[in-house]
Every structure is written in C-alpha cells, then in structure tokens.
C-alpha cells in the first residue's frame, strides 16, 4: 500500500527545508531576507488553512495564535525594509511596538488552548507555575533586565522597552508551565504547540543576551528558533487533532518525577542567585532578587499550606473510606451470617432444614459410635395438610406450618433439633437418648399439642400427624435412620394417623410395599382391577332393607384381594382417591339404576366422599354426572363424608353440599363421634343422617353400661336438629335392641349382612321388592341369598 503524506508532514517537511535553504543563502542577501519572511508568513497562513479545514469548537484561540506570528512578521519586514533602505532604526522603534504587540496574542493563546484541554486547574498547579516562572524571572532579571536598568547610556523608554521582551517571556513561561507542562491533557497539537513556544522562549533569551553583548548578527544560528516557531505552529494547526475533543486526548500531568524537580530547581534560583548578587556586590540584583525570594519564601510556604490541607482532606477521606469499608465489611459478614442461616434453616419456619438436619445426624451418630450413646429421630407427618392447602389456599397452609413448628419447637427437649424436611414433614433430632421411652414421650406430646385447635381467620382447625420413631446406635447411618423413621410413620398412618409407631424391622417390608401399590395405582381402574361390595342397611324394628352402602374393594394382580386399610390412606395421601372417587360413583349409581323398589318406597345407595373429594372442584358436576347418565333418582342417592372434611374447610364444603342437595341428594356425616365437632356445629351443614361410629356401639355389647349415656345423647340430640341416625357395626342382638330403645331405627353390621357382590346384592334387592320383611339376612356362605 502507498504512504500518502498528511498535510501537517508535508508542512512539517516543507518548512524544514526552507529552513534550511535560508541558512544556505547569503546572511545579507535580499533573497535571505524573503525566505525569513516567506516562512514566517506561511506558519500564520498554515494556521489559517488549518482552522478552514478541521474547524475546531474554539477557533479564537488559533487566530490569536495566527495574529501572534503575524504581528511578528510585521516587525520582521520593517525592520528589513529599514535595513535594506539603509536606515537607522530608532531605540525604541515601531518595530519594537509590533514585535510587544505579538506577545499579549500569543499570552492569550496558550492560556486559552491550556483551559481548553486541562480546565482551569487547581491552585496548586498554579502556584508551581508560579514557582518556576519567579525562577525564570531571577534569571532574566541577573542575566538582561539588571543589565539594562543599570546601563546609564540607555533612556528610560529604551530601558523599559528592552525590560518589557524578558517580561513578556516570563509570562508565557507562566501560561506555558500552568496550562500545557504542568495541565496534562494534552493532544499532538498541543504538544507541538508547547515545543514552538519553548522553542521561541529559547531563541528570545538567546538573542537577547547576543544583543546585550553586541554579539547579534543576521543569519545567526539563533534565527531557527523563531523560524521553526512560526513552522511548528502552522503544523499543529494542520494537524487533525487540533479539533478533537478535549475528552478523546486526555492523559496524566507531567510526572511527579519531571514535575517536582523542575519545581524545586526553579524555586533554587532565585536564593542561588541573591547569594551570587551579595558576593559580587550589585545592589540593584540584591534588591530585586531578595523581593522575588520573599515572594518564593511565601508562595512556597502557600503551596506546604495547602498541601498540608489537602493530605490532611486525604487523610479524613481515607479515614471515612475505611469506616465505610468496616461497614461494608460488617455488612457482608451479616450478608454471609444471613446467607449461612437460609443455606441450613426453613424460610417460613425458621427451622433447621434437611441439609443442617443430616448433618447434625451425622455428627450425632459418630458422637454416638465414639461413646455408645444412643440417636433418636422423629418423623412427623401432618395428616391431611394438602386437604387444607388446596381448600383455604397456600398462605392459610403457611400459617399452619407455622403453627406447628411453634408447638414442635415447644414439646422438645433443649438441645433437640426440630427440623422442617420439606412440605408438611418435620422431623426431631434427639442426639442423646438414654431409654426408648424418651423419645415416645416426645412423640406422645407431639401428638397431644398437634391435636390442639388452631385458628386461622374464622377458620378453626384440628390437626394430626402421623410420627415415626427411630433409634440409632453405632453402625447405623443417616439415610438409614430416615428411612426406619419414614417407614414407622406410615405404619401410624396405617394404624389410624394421630399417632406414633416404633421403627421394626418388619416395617420395611410394608414399606416397600406401599411404594409397590402407589406404582400399581397407575392404570389399575383402566384393567378393571377394582370392584364394588354392597352393605346392606336395614330397619331395626322389623328387618324392612332400606338400602345399600357401595363399599370398594381392590384385586390386585399379583397380591390378590387387599384391604381398603391397606390402599386407601395411600390413595388419599396420593390423591389417587378423587378418581377412585369419582369412579365409585359412577358404578354404584349405575347398579342401583337397575334394583326394583321396595313397597315402602325405593332403596337408597350410600356413596362414600374423601376429604379431598369434598373439595374438588368438580365433585357437584361429577354427582349431577353420575345420576344423569345411570337414571337414578336424586333422593335414591346418600352422600357420606366425614367430620374432618367438614372442619378442614367449612366455607367451601357447605357450598357444594348444597348444591348436591338441590339435586334431592341427602348427606350423612360417617363415623360421627369420632371427628372434632359437635352436634351444635352441624347446625350449620346441610346434613340429614348422623351415621353413629361402631366404636361407640361396640360399648353397647355385654353387660357395660358406661357408653350408654353418650350414645343416647347422640341420638336423642340428632332427634332434636331433626336428623336421622344411623348405626354402624352392630354385631350382636343385644347392641341392636339397646339402639332401638335408645330411638334409633336403621343401622347396619355382620349381625345383618356382611358386604355382598353386585351380584347378590341385586337379588336381595329383588327379594326385597316382594316381601316386606326379610328379617335380616343369613350369611352368604348359607347358599340362601343366591336364590332368583
């Protein structure tokens, strides 16, 4: 690729060759002459063309620059035209007036270009300059102005005009070192202005002090200072950075290590040379160079003053940096603290969580291996949480955790952990367990605070939880030991929740069990591995059948016939209950469509809700669902739920029971006596049948009498609120007739019937519809209910 040469280098290369084809020429030639002059006209025409061409922001500045040259070359042509006109030049002369006026232009230019890229300085930077410029002032004043003022051949007005050149010099000596040496910031432009004024400086003093020694001549090699002052100004306004923005070229002040010197030499020069002066003896030198020292003295007494403030402002600033980095400090390590605590606590409870938990196990288990202690861990397992959470939304179930993290917190030992694992599981270390009963004690108040009402808004609550108990010794590992205690807390679940189990080893097994039903609950309705069973209920004055409670029932493929104990709390916990559910529904609807009336009226078909049921949304569209597409008659249709899913969400549970009842459906409250409210409480739901607990019938048996008062009042109450009462589990004849005196009519149990197939179910429906009394029924395996 050609170079192509910028204007300022051929400016540059220019002026460099006139240069030196002017030291070539003859000293006293014309054409010597006009070379100066075509030189020096040119820099102040190149700084023109400059301005035309980049058109920088402050374009005063390089015209004061301009008329500075100008103003010069205007001395240097009369003074030739005097020389060549052989005339005597006056002392002082206009030339002198011309080549004065140029130094207040040239003044205002470096003053103006050193604001433009450094501001306008600080007052030490200043007082530097200041500094160098008195050192500069001695000098001139030892080396010409003392001279001049001395000389007695020369008139006031010459004196004063020669003076005046040194003095000017001083002064931009002041505005060179304050605004471009000492300022920083500068570009190419500027720098190459710096050199041409330092240059001119150079060549002033220089020529001056030939002048006073008479030792000047035209051509001498003085000359190219002036010269390559007019050529450097010309290039640096040529050059492209003359324009730029003050912010695109700045850099770092002179460094410490130029500037501080130079200071230090410039403020040694004036004592240097008043301690000359006083050895040689000259008054005047003495006089002015003592002012200027006193002067120094002060300015430089200013600068330590100021300088001391500004390290003492450092020192505060330092001061006050360093106690916000203390607070920075203390704020982080309270950030770390706060970070540490979320990293191993619950954010809602504020309990230990899983991660603290198993480590302090661990460390608890190893503590125990080293001195034969003993580990207990609790698992605690609300029951029915997510009922709540899904009927009075996710903050009521917030608040709840919190609640029962303030009673877990209060039924331990000090020095347990109590952990939130997770959802609604909590767990409680116990590192030093000295008998088994320890921990059942804990487990015991657990369950006895848990019970307790809670209040939330205008919802009152009764929880449970189900508690797992396990033991470590040494040998035993962490996982381990949750694993026993989870395995223990679904046997309480198994055994009725509200309650707490001892880990055994026969645990296991069933609790690898119930992961292999929650597996086999996937696509178990689809191969029709449920089925129905059928409780008949009966009148118990006369034997009359009133009706059918649709009991379900699981053939497993591999396990065979299981137990609704065994996979119901599993379905519910797994909300596998609300197709299940909705499943029943529909069968049972279906097979009681088809069974004939009786002569007192049609029979009626029970169908079990779960909680959750109660709250699914879809349970009234899943109701109108199953009656309208099996035909059954609304009042043929008895929905059973039980006092906890009332209680969970009362609100939500009256409004679609209502709803159901409009179809004619009636609603009985299962098991009752065994849940959390009272008689008082059902005024509030819709409710038609109290279905009294076989656990409160059981005490009906044999010759006890002590739960005779209780059930009567059920009874006799349930009466009063108008409902009818249902009995369950009756198995002997002395509960049947107790119950009957007592005022209750209908119940049902193994004294009557035990469940029966759809099948036979069916036929004794039709026996039913042409006799009035079957007088209960024989069992199954007689044969008798298997008759057409």
């Not at 006139?18 to 070539?24: G, R």
């Not at 381990?480 to 880990?503: H, I, T, V, W």
């Not at 043929?636 to 409009?662: G, N």
């Amino acid at each position: 690729m050609t170079w192509r040469p910028s204007l300022w280098q051929i400016a540059l290369g220019v002026g460099t060759a006139l240069i030196a084809v002017y030291f070539l020429l003859p000293s006293q030639g014309l054409a010597h002459s006009v070379i100066y002059l075509v030189i020096g006209f040119a820099g102040a025409l190149a700084v023109l063309l400059g301005i035309h061409r980049h058109r920088p922001a402050d374009r005063l500045t390089w015209v004061f620059f301009a008329l500075g040259s100008a103003f010069s070359m205007l001395a240097d042509a009369l003074a030739i035209v005097y020389d060549q006109m052989g005339w005597e030049l006056p002392d002082p002369s206009l030339v002198d007036v011309l080549y004065l006026l140029a130094y207040p232009f040239l003044f205002v230019a470096v003053l103006r270009l050193g604001r433009q890229v450094s501001g306008r300085g600080t007052r030490e930077r200043r007082t530097d300059a200041a500094i160098v410029t008195m050192g500069a002032f001695a000098l001139c004043w030892r080396l010409l102005i003392g001279s001049y003022a001395g000389d007695s051949s020369l008139t006031w007005l010459a004196k004063v005009t020669l003076a005046a050149y040194p003095i000017m010099d001083v002064g931009i000596v002041f505005v060179l070192a304050s605004s471009l040496l000492f300022g920083g910031a500068r570009s190419a432009a500027h720098k190459i202005v710096a050199v041409a004024m330092v240059v001119m400086l150079i060549g002033d003093i220089g020529y001056l002090l030939l002048e006073l020694h008479g030792a000047y001549t035209d051509g001498s090699a003085i000359d190219v200072t002036w010269l390559l002052n007019y050529v450097l100004i010309g290039v640096a306004a040529l050059h492209p950075s003359m324009a730029a923005q003050p912010a695109s070229v700045r850099s770092e002040p002179m460094g410490r290590s130029t500037w501080m010197p130079t200071v230090a030499i410039s403020a040694a020069i004036p004592p240097a040379l008043l301690v000359v002066s006083g050895i040689a003896l000259r008054r005047a030198d003495i006089g002015v160079l003592g002012v200027t020292s006193l002067l120094l003295i002060g300015m430089i007494l200013l600068r330590m003053d100021w300088m001391v403030g500004r390290l003492s402002g450092q020192a505060q600033e330092l001061a006050e940096q360093a106690a916000t980095l203390r607070k920075a400090l203390a704020v982080r390590d309270d950030l770390e603290a706060d970070l540490r605590h979320q990293a191993f606590h619950d954010s809602l409870t504020g309990l230990a969580n899983r991660a603290l938990l198993t480590d302090r196990l661990q460390h608890a288990l190893s503590a125990a291996e080293r001195n034969g202690g003993t580990v207990g861990l609790i698992l605690c397992d609300l029951d029915g949480f997510k009922t709540v959470n899904d009927s009075l939304g996710h903050p009521a179930g917030d608040a709840l955790l919190i609640t029962v993290a303030d009673r877990l917190a209060s039924a331990v030992r000090s020095g347990d952990t109590v952990a939130r694992l997770g959802g609604d599981e909590f767990a409680v270390l116990m590192d030093q367990v000295v008998d088994p009963s320890d921990a059942t004690a804990v487990a015991g108040r657990i369950v006895r605070l848990l019970h307790e009402q809670v209040r939330l808004d205008d919802h009152a609550l009764v929880v449970s939880a189900s508690i797992g108990i396990s033991l470590g010794t040494a040998g035993k590992s962490g996982q381990q030991l949750l694993a026993e205690a989870d395995a223990a807390m679904y046997e309480a679940k198994s055994n009725g929740k509200n309650g707490y189990a001892m880990f055994e080893p026969s645990m296991r097994s069933r609790a690898v069990e119930r992961l292999r039903l929650t597996n086999a609950f996937d696509g178990a309705l689809e191969r029709e591995e449920f089925y129905l069973e059928f409780q008949p209920q009966f009148a118990l004055d006369g034997g009359r059948l009133e009706g059918f409670e649709a009991l379900v029932r699981w053939h497993h493929p591999t396990l065979g016939a299981l137990s609704p104990m065994r996979f119901i709390p599993l379905a519910e916990e797994t909300g596998f209950i609300v197709p299940l559910g909705r499943w029943v529904l529909e069968r049972a609807c279906a097979a009681a469509a088809g069974w004939p009336a009786t002569p007192e009226g049609a029979l009626t078909m029970s169908v079990n809700l779960s909680p959750r049921q109660l709250i699914d949304p879809h349970l009234v569209a899943d109701v109108a669902g199953a009656l309208r597409r099996s035909g059954l008659a609304g009042e043929q249709l008895v929905i059973e739920i039980t006092e906890t899913s009332l209680v969970t969400d009362a609100r939500r549970s009256v409004d679609a029971l209502h709803k159901i009842k409009k179809m004619g459906v009636r609603v009985a409250v299962d098991d009752f006596g065994t849940g959390y409210s009272s008689l008082g409480q059902l005024r509030n739901f819709p409710i038609d049948i109290l279905k009294i607990d076989k656990s409160f019938v059981d005490q009906l048996a044999g010759e006890r009498t002590d739960g005779f008062g209780l059930v009567e009042a059920i009874i006799r109450l349930a009466h009063e609120l108008d409902l009818s009462t249902v009995a369950e589990g009756i198995e002997d004849t002395a509960q049947r007739e107790r119950l009957t005196q007592m005022g209750c009519w209908s119940g049902q149990g193994f004294l009557m019937s035990r469940p029966l197939s759809q099948r036979v179910a069916e036929n004794v429906a039709r026996r039913a519809a042409s006799e009035s009394d079957l007088a209960y029924l024989p069992a199954p395996e007689d044969g008798l209910l298997d008759a057409g």
